[in-house]
């Protein structure tokens, strides 16, 4: 089963910057097509924030985050990154990384039920 793990969340002050992680298992048996990152603040739905085609370097964000938040990923060591910059109170989520279910598609998703793996979450907190 896949695993995905993520670190890096915290307390920040707003314009500040954090760096998000996000370890994908070796017992993966298939390469998503994408990767992607989703938050989801308190009382709200689970939002996207940010995708990455797997070892194709295509990026796709939400509006909310264009300009700010840069994904990345690293294939030797099978992880995933958000670097959030300029961060405001809005900001403020519970972060999921997540895997996508296919391996092939024409384009990147941002929709919540094509992902089919999850990590635990990591709280990013942004006081304003």
């Known amino acids: 089963q896949v695993q995905l793990v993520e670190s890096g969340g915290g307390l920040v002050q707003a314009g500040g910057s954090l760096g998000l992680s996000c370890a994908v298992s070796?017992?993966?048996?298939?390469?998503?097509?994408?990767m992607a990152w989703f938050r989801q603040a308190p009382g709200k739905e689970r939002e996207f924030v940010a995708a990455?085609?797997?070892?194709?370097?295509?990026?796709y964000y939400a509006d909310s985050v264009k300009g700010r938040f840069t994904i990345s990923e690293d294939n030797a060591k099978n992880a995933v990154y958000l670097q959030m910059n300029s961060l405001k109170p809005e900001d403020t989520a519970v972060y999921y990384c997540?895997?996508?279910?296919?391996?092939?598609?024409?384009?990147?998703?941002?929709?919540?039920?094509?992902?089919?793996?999850w990590g635990q979450g990591t709280q990013v907190t942004v006081s304003s």
């Open positions: 997540a895997a996508d279910r296919l391996a092939r598609r024409t384009v990147i998703s941002g929709r919540t039920q094509e992902y089919a793996y």
């Open positions: 990455i085609r797997w070892s194709g370097g295509s990026t």
């Open positions: 070796a017992r993966i048996t298939y390469r998503p097509y994408a």
